[in-house]
C-alpha cells in the first residue's frame, strides 16, 4: 500500500496544528483515524496509554513520530494520517524531540500489509530536503501537493 496515495485519497491529513502537547497531537491524528472508519475511540487512548507507558516510544527521527497501538485495541480497517505542528512537543525523547511530524498509522490486524509504508516513511526520513519541504507546507493542499510531487520516489 502506497503510504502517499492513501494520504491524498483519504485526506487524512491536519497541517500545521496547534496543540499544546504530545497527548493533544495524539488526539488530533487519532480525529482523522477515527474519522476515516480506520479505528475507534478505544484505538487512540490505546495510542495514548502506550505512550504514557514509555513517551519515547513513538518517535523514530528527528522531529518525527509514528504513532500507533496494537489492532485489538480497536482497529477497524488500515489506515493512516499526517499530521504537521505549528510548534512541535515533546515525546520524552532527548536525542529526537520536539517533534513537528506525525504519521499515523493502524493496522487492521497482525496481517495487515503496513511494511511498505513504513518504509515510505523511513526512506522520507532519510531525505532531509523532502522533510524540509514537507515542514514548509502551510495548508492540507500544499501537503497534498507535495505527496503527489514525491510519491513515485518513495
Excluded at 488530533?28 to 502506550?50: D, H, Q, W
Excluded at 528527528?62 to 493512516?80: D, L, Q, S, Y
Excluded at 532527548?94 to 516513511?121: C, R, T
Aim: aromatic share 8%; with cysteine.
Amino acid at each position: 500500500m502506497n503510504l502517499f496515495d492513501f494520504l491524498i485519497t483519504h485526506q487524512n491529513i491536519a497541517a500545521k496544528a496547534s496543540v499544546k502537547n504530545w497527548e493533544e497531537a495524539v488526539r488530533k491524528g487519532g480525529e482523522l483515524l477515527i474519522n476515516s472508519f480506520a479505528c475507534t475511540p478505544a484505538y487512540v487512548e490505546g495510542i495514548i496509554e502506550t505512550c504514557r507507558a514509555n513517551n519515547a516510544a513513538f518517535v523514530i527521527a528527528p522531529g518525527i513520530a509514528m504513532p500507533h497501538t496494537r489492532p485489538e485495541k480497536g482497529a477497524k480497517a488500515t489506515g493512516f494520517a499526517l499530521v504537521t505542528l505549528e510548534t512541535p512537543v515533546n515525546f520524552g525523547d532527548p536525542e529526537n524531540d520536539p517533534v513537528d511530524l506525525l504519521f499515523f498509522m493502524v493496522g487492521k490486524d497482525e496481517n495487515a500489509h503496513v511494511g511498505d509504508a513504513m518504509v515510505q516513511i523511513g526512506d522520507l526520513c532519510d531525505n532531509a530536503e523532502d522533510l524540509k519541504r514537507l515542514r514548509a507546507c502551510r495548508t492540507v493542499q500544499e501537503i497534498i501537493s507535495f505527496l503527489r510531487a514525491v510519491k513515485n520516489k518513495y
